[in-house]
C-alpha cells in the first residue's frame, strides 16, 4: 500500500505544478504579443484645406496627435483677426518644443504654447506671409512674398494684433527667414538672392543690418531650413532643384533636380528628408495631399488634407539655444 500512495502523491504534485501558472499555460504567446507603441516619430503640417495644423505620428498608424485651429476658443484670437490665418503656410518647432511658431498666407503671425493651443501672442505681418523665425531677445521677424518684405514685431504677450513693429524691410520677393544661433545672423532668401543679416537685439529700436549677398545658381527661392545636425547647412529650394547652401563657404550644393518643392525636412537616424511636392491635390495647384523622401518614396498620404509646409517635429539646435524657453523683449 506505500507504494501505491507514494505513486498518487507524486501524481497530485505534477498536477499541481503545472496548474500553478494558468495564464501561460493556456496563453503561450502572451508575453510576446504585448507590444508597446512605437517611438513617435511626428511630423508638423500645415493642411490648408482644413484650415488648421496637425502633428501626424508616423510610427504609429498616421494618428494625428494634435491640431490647432484659429477659430476654435482655445486659441483665443480675436473674431476679426482669425481671417489672417487663412492658408496657413508655415508652423516650426520653438523654444524646446514647447511653442510653435505659425504664419498664413491671410497675413497672420502666431506663437502657439503646444500644451494649451493658446496663440499667446498674434499679429499681422500682410503680404502673404511665408515665414517667420524667432529672434534671441523674443522678437519675431516675418517674411511676406507679396510686396517682398521682412518685418520685426515686438512680442508681448499682454499685446495682440498691436504689436509695436519696424517698418517693412524691402527685399524682393522674400519667402523664408532662419536664424543662425551660434553665428548670430539671419538668413532670408528670395528671388536669386539669399542674403545674410546682423541683428542688433534692440527690444526698442530693433534693426537689421545686410552683411553679405550671395546669388543663387537659379532663382525663385522658395523654402529655407536648416539641415538637422548640421552646423553649417541649410536646404534651399526653388522652382526646379534642392540645395543645400553652406553658411561658412557660400556653396550652393544640388541635390536633386525637382519642380515645386515647398518644404524639406530632415531629422536624426531613421528619420528621411521628407518634402511637400505641389500637385495639385487638395485644391489648390500649390498644395499636395502627400509627403515623401527625396528619392519619391512615400511617408505620408491622407486624400482628406491639403499639405503646404511640413516639419518633423524635433528640436531646432542651429538656431536656437538648447534649453531655451519662453521669454518676451518688453523692456
Known amino acids: 500500500m506505500k507504494p501505491f500512495l507514494l505513486a498518487v502523491s507524486l501524481l497530485f504534485l505534477l498536477s499541481c505544478k503545472r496548474d ?22 511626428e511630423i508638423i503640417i500645415c493642411d490648408q484645406k482644413n484650415a488648421r495644423i496637425i502633428m501626424v505620428d508616423v510610427a504609429n498608424g498616421n494618428t494625428i496627435t494634435w491640431e490647432w485651429k484659429a477659430t476654435a476658443a482655445y486659441a483665443m484670437i480675436r473674431t476679426g483677426a482669425q481671417g489672417w490665418f487663412s492658408n496657413l503656410s508655415e508652423a516650426k518647432l520653438v ?12 497675413g497672420g503671425v502666431a506663437l502657439i504654447s503646444v500644451a494649451s493651443k493658446k496663440a ?9 506671409t511665408h515665414s517667420a523665425e524667432l529672434l534671441p ?6 517674411a511676406s512674398t507679396t ?22 524691410i524691402p527685399f524682393e520677393d522674400v519667402h523664408n527667414v532662419v536664424w543662425d544661433h551660434s553665428r548670430q545672423q539671419l538668413y532670408a532668401a528670395g ?20 552683411k553679405a549677398t550671395y546669388t543663387m545658381p537659379q532663382g525663385n527661392a522658395h523654402d529655407l531650413f536648416p539641415v538637422y545636425g548640421s552646423t553649417t547647412d541649410l536646404w534651399l529650394t526653388n522652382s526646379g532643384h534642392i540645395y543645400r547652401f553652406n553658411v561658412t563657404t557660400g556653396a550652393f550644393t544640388l541635390v536633386k533636380t525637382l519642380s515645386a518643392v515647398k518644404s524639406v525636412s530632415s531629422g536624426p537616424s531613421g528619420y528621411p528628408a521628407i518634402i511637400a511636392v505641389a500637385t495639385g491635390a487638395g485644391g489648390e495647384s500649390w498644395r499636395t495631399d502627400q509627403l515623401s523622401d527625396i528619392n519619391g518614396g512615400i511617408v505620408y498620404k ?30
Open 120 to 128: 499667446i501672442w498674434y499679429d499681422y505681418a500682410g503680404g502673404n
Open 302 to 331: 491622407n486624400t482628406a488634407l491639403g499639405l503646404y509646409k511640413a516639419r518633423w517635429k524635433t528640436v531646432n539646435t542651429f538656431s536656437y539655444p538648447a534649453g531655451d524657453s519662453f521669454h518676451e523683449c518688453t523692456h
Open 147 to 168: 510686396g517682398g518684405y521682412l518685418m520685426i514685431f515686438t512680442v508681448d504677450s499682454y499685446i495682440n494684433d498691436n504689436s509695436a513693429q519696424t517698418a517693412p
Open 20 to 41: 500553478s501558472n494558468p495564464v501561460l499555460q493556456h496563453h503561450p504567446n502572451t508575453p510576446a504579443t504585448e507590444n508597446t507603441a512605437a517611438a513617435s516619430r
Open 137 to 142: 531677445n523674443g522678437n519675431i521677424v516675418t
Open 191 to 210: 528671388k536669386d538672392k539669399l542674403k545674410v543679416f546682423s541683428y542688433n537685439g534692440s527690444c526698442k529700436s530693433p534693426a537689421l543690418t545686410l
Open 95 to 106: 523654444y524646446n518644443g514647447s511653442y510653435i511658431l505659425a504664419t498664413a498666407s491671410g
